[in-house]
C-alpha cells in the first residue's frame, strides 16, 4: 500500500464529487480480464486487493483508487520466428517467393493465433484525491503511467480540471541554493544527486555515494551545473529523491511513521491506519517543500481541455 514514487496533480477547480460518486462513475469503467484476442485491457481495481469489492476506499481526507493494466506478454521475436518458419514452409511446398503484403498478412494470422496463448501481467497503478488540499497523488515512477491513469479517470468522470503541480521557484533553484548555502533545518541530504548542464544539450552529471559538500561537488556547481534531483531525508520520517518536476521518487516512510500499527491484525483495518497516515505525512511534507518554494505557481493554469 505505501506509495513508492509520486506524482503530483493540483484540480484547477473543486469536482463535487464524494467517495460515492466517485465509485460509482468507476463502476462502469471497471476492470476486466483482457480478451483472447486482446493486447490489454484496462480498468478501476479495489485498492485493498483482488479479494476486496470496493473500487474506492476513503479515510480521513484521503480518496484511494486503482488502475489495473493487464496485457498480453508476446515478444516480437516469438511472432517473427513463427513468421520465417511459415514462410520458408510455403517457398519449399510451392516454390515461389513471399511478398511484402502477403507476408504482413501472415504476420497478423500468426499473431491472432498466438495471442490466446500468451502469457498475461497485471500492473495495478494506485492514485488517492486529497481532498483538503485539492490534489491528486499518483504512485508512479513515469510520466506515462500517470498519464495513463489520468486519462482513465477523465474518461470515467467526463472531466477533469488538472495540472502538475509547481512552485513559484523552480526544485533545480532551490536544491542548488541549498547546496551552495546549506540545508535548512528538517533537511539532511543523502549521498545521491544528479547535476544538469543549461542548455537543451547541456551535460548530465549523476553522482552516487558521494558527500555533497565534496570538492567534486562543488566544482560543477562553480562550473554552472545545477542540481535536477537530489536524495533527501525529512525530519527522519521520510526519504526520497526531489526532481526538478516536482516528481518525487524511491520514496521510503521511516519506522517511526508506521511501527505503530504493526500490532493491527485485522488486514482492511490496517490497510486504512496506514492510508491516513500516508496521506498525513505526504501532505506535511509536500507543504513544507512548497512553503521552501514560495508556494504553488497557479500564474498559468490552463483551460480545462488543456489540463492534465
Known amino acids: 500500500m505505501w506509495f513508492r514514487n509520486l506524482r503530483i496533480y493540483r484540480f484547477t477547480r473543486d469536482l463535487d464529487l464524494d467517495a460515492a460518486g466517485l ?11 483482457c480478451a483472447p484476442q486482446a493486447f490489454f485491457s484496462i480498468g478501476w481495481a479495489p485498492p485493498l486487493g483482488d479479494t476486496a469489492a470496493d473500487l474506492v476506499h476513503a479515510a480521513d481526507a484521503g480518496i484511494m483508487i486503482c488502475l489495473a493494466r493487464e496485457e498480453r506478454l508476446l515478444p516480437a521475436s516469438v511472432v517473427n520466428d513463427a513468421l520465417r518458419e511459415k514462410i520458408e514452409q510455403i517457398r519449399q511446398a510451392e516454390d515461389r517467393e513471399i511478398r511484402r503484403r502477403e507476408r504482413l498478412n501472415l504476420k497478423d494470422e500468426i499473431t491472432a493465433e498466438l495471442l490466446p496463448r500468451a502469457f498475461t501481467r497485471t500492473i495495478h497503478t494506485r492514485a488517492y484525491i486529497d481532498t483538503r488540499r485539492g490534489w491528486l ?21 467526463g472531466s477533469l480540471p488538472v495540472v502538475p503541480l509547481r512552485s513559484r521557484c523552480r526544485p533545480s533553484v532551490l536544491m542548488t541554493d541549498w547546496l551552495k548555502h546549506g540545508f535548512p533545518s528538517g533537511i539532511t541530504p543523502g549521498n545521491e544527486c544528479e547535476l544538469l548542464e543549461p542548455g537543451d544539450e547541456g551535460g548530465i552529471v549523476r553522482c552516487k555515494h558521494v558527500d555533497l559538500n565534496s570538492d567534486e561537488i ?8 545545477f542540481l535536477s534531483r537530489l536524495a533527501i531525508n525529512w525530519r527522519e520520517r521520510i526519504d526520497c529523491q526531489w526532481c526538478d518536476d516536482w516528481a518525487i521518487k524511491r520514496l521510503g516512510f521511516d519506522d517511526i511513521v508506521h511501527d505503530g500499527n504493526e500490532e493491527i491484525e485485522d488486514a482492511a483495518a490496517r490497510f486504512d491506519a496506514d492510508f491516513v497516515i500516508q496521506c498525513r505525512e505526504i501532505g506535511e511534507f509536500l507543504d513544507w517543500l512548497l512553503e521552501q518554494a514560495d508556494g504553488i505557481d497557479d500564474s498559468e493554469t490552463p483551460a480545462e481541455g488543456k489540463a492534465a
Open 137 to 157: 497523488v499518483i504512485d508512479a515512477a513515469s510520466l506515462k503511467k500517470a498519464e495513463e491513469l489520468i486519462t482513465a479517470l477523465r474518461s470515467a468522470l
Open 23 to 33: 465509485a460509482g462513475a468507476l463502476s462502469a469503467h471497471a476492470f476486466t480480464r
Open 218 to 225: 562543488a566544482v560543477h556547481v562553480e562550473a554552472g551545473k
